[in-house]
């Protein structure tokens, strides 16, 4: 090895290169590169999944966080971003596995939401928000639901807290 070996990149880095961001300033949270490969219709939402992919293998946690962040913001329908049906195409075997269980711990929390009366509140009022940095950083704190309503991260917090049950991350196994 020389002097000035190369440290291998980490998994965000790894994404930001996919994504074709600069990595120069370091790494960006995983909403923010999520939200921008939602922005650029199909130029390198392939090239990020087959990341995730990889990384579904490598560090599960890293990948179900990134999905759950793009699943989210993709939910909420904007005209200029990217929807989850047209990612859908674009996932590998084992992003889809992560994909469908953090669908399902979602699913799980609206039934919760409906089942203890805990309302959830319209979509509407994200499409209110005049403030692009503000809309953003809401579009990843909420998921649009089919039916109009909103449930966010309070309510996943409310869930996991009176549940027992945080989301399960795909093919990570603690040792005991």
């Not at 999944?49 to 909420?76: T, Y």
């Not at 928000?129 to 953003?136: H, I, N």
């Amino acid at each position: 090895m020389g002097l000035f070996s190369r440290r291998p990149p980490t998994p965000v880095e790894r994404l930001m290169k996919a994504a074709k961001l600069p990595t120069a300033g370091g790494e960006l949270p995983l909403d923010e590169i999520a939200a921008d490969v939602l922005r650029r219709p199909g130029k390198q939402a392939a090239a990020v999944l087959a990341v995730v992919e990889e990384l579904c293998a490598d560090e599960p946690k890293v990948a179900m966080s990134f999905l759950e962040d793009l699943q989210n913001i993709a939910s909420h329908g904007a005209g200029e971003l990217l929807t989850a049906e047209e990612l859908l195409p674009l996932r590998g075997p084992r992003t889809v596995e992560a994909w469908e269980t953090v669908d399902r711990f979602w699913a799980k929390v609206v039934a919760w939401c409906d089942e203890t009366g805990v309302t959830l509140e319209s979509s509407d009022s994200l499409r209110r928000v005049e403030d692009p940095r503000l809309l953003a950083i809401l579009r990843g704190t909420y998921r649009s639901l089919p039916d109009g309503r909103r449930v966010g991260l309070t309510d996943v917090l409310h869930f996991e807290k009176v549940v027992g049950e945080g989301m399960p991350v795909v093919g990570f196994h603690p040792q005991a």
